[in-house]
């Protein structure tokens, strides 16, 4: 199982941009899907963006929420073990505590990806705050 790590949250205002990133230990061989996801106070945890990795390299096929296609950019740099989300054009309704997850297996449909129950490593969460 791989412990994951997250970081870069803060407080910013509409418009801005953010980077968080999910630093992960352990057995990295782990993480053939990895998402992002978010979950705002009194709300359940939704899905952000994920994508299966094509073994050895920082390429895999991404997917994105809706609310976020266009905006947000998922990405990993291997030779670190994390993952990062690029965040730009923040929105009020971005205001979450945000986590990374991780799973051993590849998923290829949407459906599969972007479901909390298929992730066995989640990591503590970083808040996100976007207020003016």
């Known amino acids: 199982q791989v412990q994951l790590v997250e970081s870069g949250g803060g407080l910013v205002q509409p418009g801005d941009s953010l980077r968080l990133s999910c630093a992960a230990s352990g057995r990295t061989r782990s993480g053939d899907t990895m998402a992002w996801f978010r979950q705002a106070p009194g709300k359940e945890r939704e899905f952000v963006a994920g994508?299966?990795?094509?073994?050895?390299?920082?390429?895999?096929?991404?997917y994105y929420a809706d609310s976020v296609k266009g905006r947000f950019t998922i990405s990993r740099d291997t030779a670190k073990n994390t993952m990062y989300l690029e965040m730009n054009s923040l929105k009020p309704e971005d205001t979450a505590v945000y986590y990374c997850?991780?799973?051993?297996?590849?998923?290829?449909?949407?459906?599969?990806?972007?479901?909390?129950?298929?992730?066995?490593?989640w990591g503590q969460g970083t808040q996100v705050t976007v207020s003016s």
């Open positions: 997850a991780a799973s051993p297996t590849k998923y290829y449909f949407i459906a599969n990806v972007q479901r909390p129950s298929n992730y066995v490593s």
């Open positions: 994508v299966v990795w094509t073994l050895g390299t920082s390429d895999g096929a991404a």
